[in-house]
């Protein structure tokens, strides 16, 4: 099956600094997708993007499908962008849809 | 136009209870798929099903774990004679035929046993 790795596995940032959160894949896909996971465990959509790029804010993602990896960017960060970040690729007939192990960020004010 | 609804939103039961988590897809969706969190883990996925019918549980234990997506009502996750290590946060996701415009998932469930 597909495996998807996300990197880097933790990561501290000060408020306002800025941050890129990668996401590799093994096989071609027909959707990603990024989601924030806050400290009350909820899943919160960030961006469905199997290629391109768009951005949401101060978020920003870009997805080169043909190289089989994904970009996450956060800008001028701040204390609830804390949480795991997830990145879940899904190919095949019923496209579940396949998870990292997620980039845990805290953000210190 | 609601999200994806699951309930219990907690759920505590005595070890060898059942345990029922249902899920409620967004309007319109008829995909549904359940995935398990482990504390401090990724989500692994479970099964997914389509109106009446279990298209892929390959991720379902073998034993006491059974899901159901009726044609009226929701879907529903089983988990029999639960042991302290069915203890995770269980989640619910939905999407329309024929679209790839990405998954909604549910608040989860999150299940201890005692």
């Known amino acids: 099956g597909i495996q998807v790795e996300q990197s880097p596995p933790d990561l501290i940032l000060q408020e306002g600094a800025n941050s890129t959160l990668r996401c590799n894949f093994s096989?071609?896909?027909?959707?990603l997708q990024w989601f924030h996971q806050n400290p009350w465990g909820q899943l919160i959509n960030l961006f469905y993007?199997?290629?391109g790029t768009k951005q949401n804010g101060r978020l920003s993602a870009t997805t080169v499908a043909t190289e089989r990896y994904s970009l996450l960017y956060i800008s001028s960060s701040q204390t609830t962008d804390s949480g795991v970040y997830f990145c879940?690729?899904?190919?095949?007939?019923?496209?579940?849809?396949?998870f990292g192990t997620g980039t845990l960020l805290a953000v210190q004010p | 136009n609601a999200g994806v609804m699951q309930n219990p939103r907690h759920l505590v039961r005595r070890r060898g209870q059942e345990a029922r988590l249902r899920c409620s897809p967004m309007?319109?969706?008829?995909?549904v798929y359940w995935y398990r969190q482990l504390p401090e883990e990724g989500l692994k996925f479970m099964v997914y099903?389509?109106?009446?019918?279990?298209?892929?549980e390959s991720g379902m234990p073998k034993e006491r774990f059974s899901a159901e997506f009726p044609k009226e009502g929701p879907s529903i996750l089983r988990i029999q004679q639960v042991v302290r290590g069915d203890s995770a946060a269980y989640f619910c996701?939905?999407?329309?035929?024929?679209?790839?415009?990405?998954?909604?998932f549910g608040s989860g469930t999150r299940l201890t046993v005692v």
């Open positions: 996701a939905s999407r329309a035929t024929g679209s790839y415009y990405g998954y909604t």
């Open positions: 096989d071609s896909v027909n959707n």
């Open positions: 993007i199997p290629s």
């Open positions: 879940a690729v899904s190919g095949g007939a019923t496209n579940k849809l396949i």
């Open positions: 309007k319109g969706h008829s995909h």
């Open positions: 099903l389509q109106k009446e019918n279990i298209i892929d």
